[in-house]
């Protein structure tokens, strides 16, 4: 029934092919030439309907990257991406609006299978709300409604830039300026889509707020904007996860999450990344350099929580500014690299407030012949009388050929503060593998058992069913890395 | 006549190039319990180790029958899941891991390789409960990291716990009686005799012939430079008490 071909397809089939074979340009497009430059700024702009503010925001940026250089202190090699040789925007072949989690690509499920929770999972059993980004543009958001009557407000960033420009316009770069450092500043102009979040005053999210990423279309580079706001007294808990499909070329990732919390709030971000990390040899994979930062208001806490697996290149410091007084900041990370894989992650803490506290858990796993750097920064303000810094640093090493670099980084101007550092580097024990080989544990569940126990300080804080999958990921990440 | 549990024949092992075991011969039956005593260096604990497949070791020449099976052969683990058990005399530590998780991921493991069905999380507790009397066990240490701040004596108890927990045919005991006070001592060899039946087999390697008061062996054996010069019944460890090793030792010259 009805699979005649007539006329009509003809007419749609090559339209279709008009498609494949790319008039980029057009408004139409699904897809921005490559190259950055004004032009391709209006583009994106004027194709997400944007309003002049928020175009203005983007050119501002665009100047100010172009004069800027890419940073080279961090401890990572790569081939520096050829910027004008990226397409800055690309949106999924056009899809309906979806009004229920049935009606994704079954393509999308699979991914979201492999990582151990399926949607109707979710849906299900953990009350997770979700909200897509693929290749940038959201495709679907559920639980809507439920937030909707709390008041809060989680969506993609381009809804909320037509529906709530108010609160985007009072708060976006008001944590990351746009000149804060050259891939902040790139996304500042280009930023395709991502997520925004805002808990009215004293409402306690009731829900862990999710957003799954990943990467589908080849060459295009990702330039995610999350913008959290915490009201007064409001509680939200969030959490971010990322999967990429294999490839072979390198893919450029510049996303920037601001946080705000304001007096009394409480933001919990949790991340999970698995980009793809390049094969064994070092060959392709993502480049993720990412700004991260949240500003705590009076007696208010930003607490980031990370479990990194993946990117050939990873370069992020999600980091607290502690303005009021009585805020409290904490970073929780668990950073695995292999084969080639390079990281340069950690945090930085600003104590400005009086009575200002901060917590630095950091695990760094090295496997194959990756280098894994914690880079951080403890900086106490005048102003901030009777600050307090726990730091502790502990790095595990799979192998002989792999590295291990700590860069702790002190700047204290007020003399009540109490500052604690730890570190410790330690070989994973051949003794800890015999002893579980001994006791039937063959050496791969060996391996993640001891992994599993070290990073526990960390996969402690993150939700329980985060946590299961991180526990996955750390397990297929380290799959025969011992030697 | 009952089973040979294992059968050690002309073994020899070097470590680093170096012979440290120079021709063991050793059977060991169902339902029996045999002592290898012996001075400092003369390769006991090498003997545990090359038994539970520790690759840092080397096999030079000999074979080992193994319930049928060549032992030599098989991965450490697989040794585990044959039913070999090796008490560390020195248990490791793996912090952030469970004892409870440890076990039941060992447990699991074997159940898998075996193609039985894992036990369940009811009759796994069940058997916690059971097996963690007989070493006077309590509930804190079952729940804490592996041997991570345990005393000596608490990480013995932990090694019998797991071996009950297992239930190995054959044990091999390295000294577990190292470092341990009187009353620990007295915990894990009756742990120990509990655990001893007809179709399981026992080696309990030490220096001391304290252990051999609470853990009757039905032979000794004297390891002295990789091999064994003397056999004998429970009397020669009350005899190499009284008169040290180098009466026999003289005797080979």
Known sequence: MGMKYTEEDLKEELKTKEYEFGFTTDIESDRAPNGINEDIIRFISAKKEEPEWLLEYRLNALKVWQKMVEPEWAHVTYEKPKFQDISYYSAPKKKKELKSLDEVDPEILKTMARLGISLEEQKKLTGVAVDFVIDSVSVATSFKEKLGELGIIFCSFSEAVKEHPELVQKYL???????????????????????????????????????????NDSGTGQFERTLVIADEGSYVSYLEGCTAPQRDENQLHAAVVELIALDNAEIKYSTVQNWYPGDKNGKGGVFNFVTKRGICYKNSKISWTQVETGSAITWKYPSCILKGDNSIGEFYSVAVTNNYQMADTGTKMI??????????????????????????????GKGATNAR???QCDSLLMTDRCGAHTYPYIECENSTAQLEHEATTSKIGEDQVFYCKQRGISEERAISLIVNGYAKEVLNKLPMEFAVEAQKLLEISLENSVG | MSKTIINIKNLHASVDGKAILKGINLEVKAGEVHAIMG????????????????????????????????LLELEPEERAWEGLFLAFQYPVEIPGV??????????????????????????????VKEKSQLVELSDKLKNRSVNEGFSGGEKKRNEIFQMAMLEPKLSILDETDSGLDIDALRIVANGVNTLKNAENATIVITHYQRLLDYIIPDFVHVLHDGKIIKTGDKTLALELEERGYDWLVKDLV
């Open chain 2, 98 to 127: 469970s004892n409870m998780n440890f076990l039941k991921t060992a447990l699991a493991e074997k159940a898998k390789h075996k193609g039985l069905e894992p036990v369940s999380s009811k009759d796994f507790l069940k058997l």
């Open chain 1, 173 to 215: 770069g008001t944590v990351v300026p746009t000149g804060d450092n050259f891939y902040a500043a790139l996304n500042s102009a280009v930023f395709s889509d991502g997520s925004f979040c805002y808990i009215p005053k004293g409402v306690r999210c009731p829900m862990e707020l999710s957003t799954y990423f990943r990467i």
């Open chain 1, 351 to 380: 104590h400005i407030g009086k009575n200002t506290k901060s917590t630095i858990i950091s695990k760094g796993i090295s496997a194959g012949n990756s280098h894994n750097s914690y880079r951080g920064l403890v900086k106490i």
């Open chain 2, 39 to 70: 001075p400092n260096g003369s390769g006991k604990s090498t003997l545990s180790s090359v038994l539970a497949g520790r690759e840092e070791f080397e096999v030079t020449d000999g074979e080992v029958d193994y319930l049928g099976l060549d």
């Open chain 1, 389 to 391: 810094n726990f730091s």
